[in-house]
Structures are given as structure tokens and as C-alpha cells.
């Protein structure tokens, strides 16, 4: 079934690139990886997905690995205001069911 | 433009009521969907509707659980007989493609929080 894999914790200090991994090695072929973000007490956000190449926006980069089984959220120049969980998401094929895990939750030190 | 609403945002419930929680998504997305996060947790997805129609319900955890969307827009989520276990906060997120497709990305409401005594 899919699942995604991520540490439960980071910190990264200001101003530095934050590097947040995630494992989704049951991902299957045609199956996007999505990534969002959520502050306290908020809904999540979305930032950024992908599918075999690597992908930038606005707001992050995304890495994925050539056998697709994990891929890298990027955020450039981490902030403050970026210290949120942040959650790698795949989609269990054939349906409508997103699969969010438990996150990593990065804190962004001053 | 304006965002998903959720209302009401709190809601305290005695265990055996039943309450209705309602979304408001973002005007013209035809896709919408339920999720429950427990403390701690991600969201867990409960149902997805495609216009008024529940396309994938295998989310909900039990027959006390229903929702509809009748009109293709606004929907409500239905728990019957609460249970303690129900406490959770209850997103809604809406999206302006059919699910399932690399490009649906989904805008999240901020929740509602039902607290079950």
C-alpha cells in the first residue's frame, strides 16, 4: 500500500537551506509525489509536486531520485515563518486517497 | 479571492449526538474532500466528491460517518451517535481539477474542531 517515510524532526537555522527527505519507495509508476506544509492551528499548504523530474517554484525545490523511491523538499533560504510539519503525500493508485504520514516537523532557529 | 471556509471552527459535542460539519469550498472547484487529523498525526483522508457525487468514500471509519454535496458545492459531513474517538479536527480541502490527475492540488480550510465529552 502507499506509504511515506519521514524524520520526525528537524531544525535548520535562518537563513540556511533546509533539506527535508522522504522515503516513498512503494510509489508506483505513474504516481506523483506531492509535498505540503502545515503551520499551527492552520490547514495545510501546498507547495510543490512532482513526478520523475526535478521541479522549482516560488517556493522550494523538489529532488527526486531517479528510481523514484525517495525524493528531497528544498527550501532555499529557510525563514522564521517556515517552521511548519511538513508532509510528503503520495496517492494510493486507483482511487482518490491521499496518504500524508506524520511529517517533519522543521524548525527554523534564529 | 476568498478561500475554503469551514464552519463552525469549534464544536463540543456530548458522546451519542450527532453533529454536521459544513465546507464551503473555493467557488467553481468540482473536487472536494473530507480528512480527520487526530492530535499528532497527518491528515487521514475520509471521502472525495466529484460534483455531487461521492467518487471514493473508503475513508470513512464506520457507517456513523456520511456526507453529501447536493448542489455541487457546498458540502456537510454527518457523524451520528459521536464517540470520544470522533475528537479530532475535520479539514476540507477543495480543488479546481477531477482528483487523481498530477495537477489536482488541493487548497485546505482551516478546519473544524470537534471536541467529544
Known amino acids: 500500500d502507499a506509504k511515506t517515510t519521514q524524520p520526525t524532526s528537524m531544525d535548520c537555522a535562518e537563513g540556511r537551506a533546509a533539506n527535508l527527505p522522504c522515503n516513498h519507495s512503494?510509489?508506483?509508476?505513474?504516481?506523483?509525489v506531492y509535498w505540503y506544509r502545515q503551520i499551527h492551528s492552520q490547514g495545510p499548504q501546498y507547495i510543490i509536486h512532482?513526478?520523475?523530474n526535478n521541479e522549482t517554484n516560488e517556493m522550494a525545490s523538489l529532488i527526486i531520485t531517479e528510481d523514484r523511491k525517495s525524493s528531497t523538499l528544498i527550501l532555499p533560504h529557510a525563514t522564521l515563518r517556515d517552521t511548519a510539519v511538513y508532509y510528503c503525500?503520495?496517492?494510493?493508485?486507483?482511487?482518490?486517497?491521499?496518504?500524508f504520514g506524520t511529517g517533519t516537523r522543521l524548525k527554523v532557529l534564529a | 479571492g476568498a478561500g475554503v471556509s469551514q464552519t463552525p471552527s469549534n464544536k463540543v459535542t456530548e458522546k451519542g449526538k450527532y453533529v454536521e460539519l459544513r465546507c464551503d469550498p473555493i467557488s467553481g472547484h468540482t473536487a472536494l474532500y473530507w480528512y480527520r487529523q487526530s492530535l499528532g498525526q497527518g491528515p487521514e483522508f475520509l471521502i472525495y466528491f466529484q460534483g455531487t457525487g461521492a467518487a471514493d468514500d473508503s475513508g470513512l471509519p464506520n457507517d456513523r460517518f456520511f456526507a453529501v454535496r447536493p448542489e455541487g458545492s457546498v458540502s456537510t459531513l454527518k457523524i451520528q451517535r459521536t464517540e470520544r474517538g470522533d475528537s479530532a479536527v475535520y479539514l476540507c480541502?477543495?480543488?479546481?481539477?477531477?482528483?487523481?490527475?498530477?495537477?489536482?492540488?488541493?487548497?485546505f480550510g482551516p478546519g473544524t474542531r470537534l471536541t467529544v465529552l
Open positions: 503525500i503520495v496517492r494510493v493508485t486507483g482511487t482518490y486517497k491521499y496518504i
Open positions: 512532482g513526478l520523475k
Open positions: 480541502a477543495s480543488s479546481p481539477t477531477e482528483g487523481g490527475r498530477g495537477t489536482d492540488t488541493q487548497y
Open positions: 512503494t510509489i508506483s509508476g505513474n504516481e506523483y
